[in-house]
């Protein structure tokens, strides 16, 4: 996320964060074991015998899962199953993460009271920051944060003080993390000229992110 800009983390439905992982299957009485770095579900109330196969597995150092197809005739109907409480959880964990990180670089939270939850978003708030530059002459800004049902996170701002926008991008930088997932951005067009000189590019940038400025 940025100044004068909108993102999106792109949810992949084969990324799963583990912990939710485990959350989600404990919701649904699924068993499962962690030998290594892998998460294995071994009995997801299937309707068939696995003979001791998995019925999906989970590598925790990338994130990625895979289902047993071959052993499971209703696999389609598990993975909706795993995927419904996996979202609902999601979502929670979504909205602690996002704002523990931005607590973390000194972002307070607000409340925004003209929302109410719906079919399609779960969450909706703000985090406040404020420029510590003496020198800036609108030192406060805040990021308006959009959490959907399946956990996805959409922002929206405008004018972010130098400082302020790089402890957002460094807080946005360990929740892509958290989650897994990666974020999309698109600058808003007919950003005020009065801006343009006041904005800076990062200084701190410990990865490619062409377009994060």
């Known amino acids: 996320m940025s100044r004068f800009e909108s993102s999106r983390f792109v949810r992949n439905p084969l990324v799963l964060n583990p912990e939710v992982l485990k959350k989600a299957c404990d919701s649904l009485g699924w068993e ?53 409480a996996f979202n609902r959880i999601n979502a929670v964990y979504a909205k602690e993460a996002l704002i523990q ?8 939270y607000r409340t925004d009271f003209h929302f109410r939850p719906n079919e399609k978003e779960l969450f909706q708030f703000f985090m406040e920051g404020q420029s510590t530059d003496i020198d800036e002459d609108e030192p406060y800004a805040k990021i308006k944060f959009t959490i959907l049902c399946d956990g996805t996170i959409v922002t929206d701002s405008d004018y972010l003080p130098n400082d302020v926008n ?8 360990v929740l892509e993390t958290l989650l897994g997932n990666k974020r999309v951005m698109t600058k808003k067009d007919n950003i005020p000229s009065y801006y343009l000189s006041k904005m800076k590019p990062r200084r701190n940038i410990n990865q490619d992110i062409n377009n994060k400025n």
């Open 32 to 84: 499962y074991n962690i030998i290594g770095d892998v998460l294995t579900v071994h009995n997801a109330n299937q309707s068939s015998n696995l003979y001791g196969e998995y019925a999906l597995k989970l590598n925790i150092k990338t994130n990625t899962v895979t289902y047993n197809t071959y052993y499971m005739p209703n696999a389609k109907q598990k993975v909706s199953e795993l995927q419904e």
């Open 166 to 173: 790089e402890r957002a991008h460094d807080a946005m930088d």
């Open 101 to 108: 990180e931005f607590s973390k670089k000194g972002f307070s």
